[in-house]
Antibody, heavy 114, light 112 residues
Framework: EVQLVESGGGLVQPGGSLRLSCAASGFTFSSYWMSWVRQAPGKGLEWVANIKQDGSEKYYVDSVKGRFTISRDNAKNSLYLQMNNLRAEDTAVYYC???????WGQGTLVTVSS | DIVMTQSPLSLPVTLGQPASISCRSS???????????LNWFQQRPGQSPRRLIY???NRDSGVPDRFSGSGSGTDFTLKISRVEAEDVGVYYCMQGTHWPLTFGGGTKVEIK
């Protein structure tokens, strides 16, 4: 059974940093692109970033370029999102997703507020 | 970026009746590999999104056959043949052909 479990969310002040993690199991992690998708409270879905199987290609939505970094550790079956210089508009539930969003985790809430 | 436009925004449906959601993309979703990466997701209240349909018309494992997807190019449709109470939630289309991946704004299905 495919499982994606996010962690690392929480309350952070504007300008602060957080690192999200996603632990994957039930499939060959190193064979898939992986993505982060977010959902602001009461809003729709927004793809944030994704990373190729070997980490050689990474793509970001414009609003997070230069502030967020996606990475992965295939030996640990883990996906990460380093978020720096956080803004209020980054407040959202962040989901880890496999490939073209075939499977999703349960999400982790990031709240940016003073 | 590809803009995905869903309609209607809200869809009140009587139990047992059909429902249909439209999704239009600002560009063709036919990939250079010949596939059309148009997915449909269901998000029940308080839950993560769940993929229902991939590549326009393929149902994911465990998805009831009352859900069906169709369309081509830039126009796509999700149909529920007979709405059940468990179908309440928000439905999103998503294109996976062009980077960045983009989602429609969502259609809220509710029971009349």
């Amino acid at each position: 059974e495919v499982q994606l479990v996010e962690s690392g969310g929480g309350l952070v002040q504007p300008g602060g940093s957080l690192r999200l993690s996603c632990a994957a199991s039930g499939f060959t992690f190193s064979s898939y692109w992986m993505s982060w998708v977010r959902q602001a409270p009461g809003k729709g879905l927004e793809w944030v970033a994704n990373i190729k199987q070997d980490g050689s290609e990474k793509y970001y939505v414009d609003s997070v370029k230069g502030r967020f970094t996606i990475s992965r550790d295939n030996a640990k079956n883990s996906l990460y999102l380093q978020m720096n210089n956080l803004r209020a508009e980054d407040t959202a539930v962040y989901y880890c997703a496999r490939g073209r969003a075939s499977y999703w985790g349960q999400g982790t809430l990031v709240t940016v507020s003073s | 970026d590809i803009v995905m436009t869903q309609s209607p925004l809200s869809l009140p449906v009587t139990l047992g009746q059909p429902a249909s959601i439209s999704c239009r993309s600002s560009q063709s979703l036919v990939h250079s590999d010949g596939n059309t990466y148009l997915n449909w997701f269901q998000q029940r209240p308080g839950q993560s999104p769940r993929r229902l349909i991939y590549k326009v018309s393929n149902r994911d494992s465990g998805v009831p056959d009352r859900f069906s997807g169709s369309g081509s190019g830039t126009d796509f449709t999700l149909k529920i043949s007979r709405v059940e109470a468990e179908d309440v939630g928000v439905y999103y289309c998503m294109q996976g052909t062009h980077w960045p991946l983009t989602f429609g704004g969502g259609t809220k299905v509710e029971i009349k």
